[in-house]
């Protein structure tokens, strides 16, 4: 099965559908992106991009939120946090101090732009 994001007129994911990949196959039997995209194109209008659950192509598996960067192409998920750093390796956020490696379990502190650990207790 194939999917596909759909993409509102600021690049950003409203949805995303499945499509047997028979309506991806060309005259030899060969997967077509463009063959998916008029396929949802025909069913739903709108605009259409293929997305992967393995990431094999655009970085990340689009998700309802997600930006659509047609210079990177790749998908990227909504920033968490103001402070947080886009890696362009993998179009994903990271926090601009590392995570604790002490085994203890963290939550990011945006006003302070740092991780607080959390109790057991709580």
Known sequence: MAHFAELDTNNVVLRVVVVH???LLDENGIEQEAK???FCESLFGGKWVQT??????RKNFAGEGF???ADKDAFIPPKPFNSWLLVDDTCTWEAPTTYPDDGGVYTWDEPTT?????SDNE
Do not use: K, Q
């Open 21 to 23: 990949n028979n309506e």
């Open 36 to 38: 998916g995209v008029a």
């Open 52 to 57: 992967s659950y393995n990431s094999a192509i």
């Open 67 to 69: 930006m659509y960067d």
């Open 114 to 118: 740092s991780w607080v650990g959390i």
